[in-house]
């Protein structure tokens, strides 16, 4: 089974720490993405990358900024959390093609305090 | 810009009665995909049913159905006979052409359904 795995299923951190959320995909996908989910907000899209080394802003990058250094793997970091910056994280994968749309995580629920 | 909205933040319906989530969305593009998911309480995304905007029939997937009104610019998903197990919540969204093979999904924010017995 096509597998998109997020390290964390839950994280706390203080105001100022640097954080590392890491996503590993097990189906050689071009495309990666990670979305924040608020409520009443939807899913809105961060950064993705279509290749190793590349990556692209999505609607909300402030704040953010990823790594992707192998094709299976693709990091969130937040350089110094936030409060603001509390809110579930997704990491998705896709083919080229897209027919299907993604391959979701499971999340990780992030709370800066 | 593309957009897409959901105007039920939250809906009700009987065990074993159909419901249909409402969609519309907004683009300029000719080619377009649109999709949906489901989000139980355990947070995971369910990819429910696609829809292509050359597709003729509507999209169908055992209880699930798109009613796609292309000239509406609607695709609302009608569930039916609803299940216990199918209180959560549900995104539509549309693939966004990014550019080569890359494509982005914008999603809506979304609608709540209960299911009660």
Redesign the interface.
Known sequence: DVKVTQSSRYLVKRTGEKVFLECVQDMDHENMFWYRQDPGLGLRLIYFSYDVKMKEKGDIPEGYSVSREKKERFSLILESASTNQTSMYLCASSTGAGYYGYTFGSGTRLTVV | AQK?T?TQ?GMFVQEKEAVTLDCTYDTSDQSY?L?W?KQPS????I?LI?QGSYDEQNATEGRYSLNFQKARKSANLVISASQLGDSAMY?C?M?DY?G???????????TLLAVQP
């Open positions: 897409i959901q933040p995909g999709f998911y355990s947070g995971e995304m990819f696609y995104f969204a693939r990014y080569g093979a890359t494509n982005k999904l914008i999603f809506g924010t979304g």
